[in-house]
């Protein structure tokens, strides 16, 4: 089971091992370094979804340390019509909710801005 082991700005460690950069974690332990941008598109969700994530339950947003990370409108439509539960919150909240989520055997796939 993969676990958010901590968060603090701009470093995020899971199982074990540091990013240095915002991620996208799957819940079979799959972490991808996602390049820092301003805004969540579709594009990101369509990544968050495609190959790996193909079969995923649950979409955790996490939108920073104080949740400046804006989420596109079309992110949480587009979820919906695929019957995607989405949380967003800010990244302390996302990784608890990830975690918890992830313990279970939750499908999540987590997207979490490492910065404010």
């Known amino acids: ?10 470093e ?15 819940w079979d332990g799959s972490v ?4 820092k941008k301003h805004t969540v598109t579709p594009d990101e969700l369509v990544r968050m979804l495609s190959g790996r ?7 955790v ?3 920073g340390e104080t949740g400046t990370l804006r989420i ?7 979820a919906e019509r695929k019957r995607i539960k ?3 919150h800010t990244t302390p909240k996302a990784v608890e909710l990830f ?8 499908k999540v796939v987590a997207l979490l801005h490492t910065t404010l």
């Open 1 to 10: 089971m993969v676990k958010i082991d901590s968060f603090d700005f701009g």
């Open 12 to 26: 995020i460690v899971v199982d074990g091992r540091s990013y240095y950069s915002d991620v996208m974690i799957w």
């Open 32 to 35: 991808e370094h996602v390049a």
């Open 53 to 59: 994530g193909r079969d995923a339950e649950i979409i």
């Open 61 to 63: 947003i996490g939108r």
């Open 72 to 78: 596109a409108e079309e992110v949480e439509e587009i």
């Open 86 to 88: 989405v949380y967003i």
């Open 99 to 106: 975690n918890a989520f992830a313990a279970t055997g939750k």
